[in-house]
């Protein structure tokens, strides 16, 4: 019943969702893409650390990754969640975007991750949510076609980590009144649910897959986190989600390695 809970407040209120919805697609700002290179690299300036290999960053997903909101690929998630992760590493962090206005799961499946060549790739970021919300997708397929692109990006990247992004807070967009802000935010939420329930019960195929979920914790009550639109974070906003992501990512990194040397070590002892 929780999963359908936003279905069934949205039920009598349709019509007037429906104008809101349609009013706010008209009247907000429609900002570009960001300008530039969607590949880059993020160095550490005068690291006293051995040099080891580049790790590798991937991300796919929607109006953030596509850099909707800032200038450059450099400002948006992906160049900005390589420059913290690099910082916390110390280790230099090669980056690719792919990103696309308006993009779904469904979009992430059959256009956008085929055009990426075959590759080896250390971290991938899955960054949907807010137009799978809007669209009203039931649970059931939001969770299905999250598998299928996880399934896809093994056989494709063979990720040693893949990090879901939260939805963002869309229960506070600016750009959004009430009460169509309010459905909305509950539709996030049942969705963002569905993604822990899903990473808590992943399939046999993928068992060995390594998998985490980040959540957006960003007080949008501050504007300046948010861009002119209302509707997208703001260089400042997209630096907070990039480095939650990277404290998060740095700390899950950890623990994968010291697993894999108490399974040495084990392996040793048995030897």
Same mark, same amino acid.
């Not at 110390?90 to 499946?109: F, H, I, K, Y």
């Not at 992004?165 to 229960?171: A, E, L, R, T, Y």
């Not at 997209?238 to 623990?255: E, P």
């Given at each position: ?8 407040? /949205? ?22 893409? +960001? ?6 690299? /993020? ?9 080891? @290999? ?60 085929? #055009? ?7 971290? %991938? ?6 137009? $799978?919300?809007? /669209? ?6 939001? !969770? ?11 056989? *494709? ?5 893949? %990090? ?6 869309? *229960? ?19 969705? $963002? ?6 990473? /808590? ?11 985490? @979920? ?12 948010? +861009?002119?639109?209302?509707? *997208?974070?703001?260089?400042?906003? %997209?630096?907070?989600?990039? !480095? #939650? ?17 108490? +399974?040495?070590? +084990?392996?040793?002892? #048995?030897?």
């Amino acid at each position: 019943m929780r999963r359908w809970l936003p279905e069934l407040i /949205a039920l009598p209120l349709l019509p007037w969702l429906l104008i809101q919805g349609r009013r706010t697609r008209r009247i907000t700002p429609r900002l570009p893409e +960001a300008m530039g290179p969607t590949i880059g690299q /993020a160095q550490i300036a005068g690291s006293t650390e051995p040099p080891q @290999r580049p790790l590798a960053l991937l991300t796919i997903g929607e109006s953030p990754v596509a850099g909707v909101g800032v200038a450059t690929h450099y400002e948006a998630i992906t160049g900005q969640f390589a420059a913290a992760l690099a910082m916390r590493l110390q280790r230099t962090v090669t980056w690719q975007a792919v990103g696309e206005n308006g993009a779904t799961l469904s979009d992430a499946v059959k256009t956008m991750l085929p #055009q990426v060549a075959s590759q080896k790739v250390d971290i %991938v970021l899955i960054a949907f949510g807010v137009n $799978d919300t809007t /669209a009203f997708r039931s649970c059931r397929r939001y !969770r299905a076609e999250l598998l299928q692109l996880m399934r896809d990006l093994q056989s *494709h990247l063979d990720p040693r980590l893949i %990090v879901i992004s939260g939805i963002p807070p869309i *229960h506070a967009f600016p750009a959004l009144p009430e009460p169509l802000r309010y459905v909305l935010g509950l539709k996030a939420k049942a969705l $963002d649910e569905t993604v822990e329930q899903l990473i /808590a019960e992943l399939p046999a195929d993928l068992g060995h897959l390594r998998v985490t @979920r980040v959540p957006i914790l960003i007080d949008i009550n501050d504007r300046a986190l948010m +861009a002119s639109d209302g509707y *997208h974070p703001s260089a400042s906003g %997209v630096s907070l989600w990039a !480095r #939650q992501l990277a404290t998060a990512v740095a700390a899950h990194l950890k623990s994968i390695k010291k697993s894999k040397l108490a +399974a040495q070590q +084990a392996a040793s002892k #048995q030897g």
